[in-house]
């Protein structure tokens, strides 16, 4: 848990997108349809759509409601205000606008914010922050609200997951970059913006074992056990590509990366300390990996390898397939 030097607002600091527009070149503003706009999953969709023309620039109508003590004049805090800021790791993008006050009681404010689509590549992140000057410093963070929506750019379906991306790729016969690696089965990339595992079909067989579905009883059965080694070494490759990524505050305290890396650090970090709250494991990790505490790097590799079998269900497979075998051979011995 952080700890500041002055007081902080409590209390829920609610806010949403209300609503978006987008515009191309030479042509008036048009209304984003509700159906790329979900509140439930807090994505909004821009990404290719046959039915809506490329787009140069968009603006989101915000709103937000603040708690009735971050008004109360009685109170420590002065000159309140409310901020929403957009980032994107992918360009280093950092949008921020403030609220306007629209309730006579000052709680209530509304923003306008205008994004560029030539300023983002993939995804980003919108967040609200409430600033005062406390103790006579202005600028100071006083809340920060839990809600966090994001703007995606490449997905025209506005949904929070996304999915593993497999290519069926000759590692002998390729991309002269992969002959390398001409007798792996798979290999991981974590550099794009989801990961991407990458499965030799010039490894004998395994192309056939892996994309075709049914086959006997002993097929079915080292497919599963295959695909569930391919996802726990999915697992734990992009726990390290995750945490190699970290955004670090002047404090020295690590911050959740935004995308696929901090959904994969939330999934994984209850099994890796289970515990502690995230916020604390996070920053064990990233001292482990810096050599800043007692438990080394290669300590924790054993917590990681239990994340990441237990992720990709590798004790239930490897189960069912003992029990699958012995069957086979009991049935062999009949």
Request: glycine share 8%; aromatic share 6%; hydrophobic share 40%.
């Amino acid at each position: 848990m952080k700890v500041y030097p002055y007081r902080r607002l409590t209390g829920n600091v609610s806010w949403r997108v209300d609503s978006a527009q987008f515009k191309t070149e030479g042509e008036p503003w048009e209304d984003v349809e509700s159906k790329y706009i979900s509140t439930v999953e807090r994505v909004l969709a821009l990404g290719p759509d046959e039915e809506r023309p490329d787009w140069t620039q968009a603006r989101l109508r915000l709103s937000a409601g603040l708690p009735g003590k971050a008004v109360d004049p009685t109170g420590p805090w002065r000159d309140v205000k409310v901020v929403a800021v957009l980032t994107e790791r992918a360009t280093n993008t950092r949008t921020t606008v403030e609220f306007a006050p629209v309730s006579d009681d000052g709680r209530e404010h509304t923003a306008e914010l205008s994004v560029h689509r030539c300023d983002l590549l993939d995804r980003a992140s919108l967040t609200v922050h409430v600033v005062a000057t406390v103790d006579g410093v202005p600028g100071r963070v006083i809340a920060t609200s839990d809600v966090e929506w994001f703007l995606d750019v490449i997905e025209s379906a506005p949904s929070l997951a996304r999915e593993l991306d497999v290519k069926m790729v000759g590692f002998a016969s390729g991309a002269s970059r992969l002959h390398r690696f001409k007798d792996s089965a798979w290999l991981v990339d974590t550099t794009g913006r989801i990961p991407v595992v990458r499965v030799n079909t010039d490894f004998e067989g395994l192309g056939d074992l892996i994309a075709v579905d049914g086959g006997n009883g002993v097929e079915k059965t080292v497919r599963e056990l295959l695909i569930a080694q391919m996802c726990s070494e999915v697992w734990t490759a992009v726990f390290h590509s995750a945490v190699g990524d970290l955004e670090i505050e002047e404090d020295g305290t690590p911050l959740f990366p935004h995308g696929w890396q901090g959904d994969v650090l939330r999934e994984m970090l209850p099994d890796v300390y289970p515990d502690r709250e995230p916020e604390d494991a996070l920053r064990e990790v990233h001292s482990a990996r810096t050599g800043a505490s007692a438990t080394g790097w290669g300590e924790l590799q054993p917590r990681i390898h239990f994340a990441a079998s237990r992720r990709a269900g590798v004790p239930r497979t490897l189960s069912t397939t003992i029990r699958d075998l012995e069957r086979l051979t009991q049935g062999d011995d009949a």
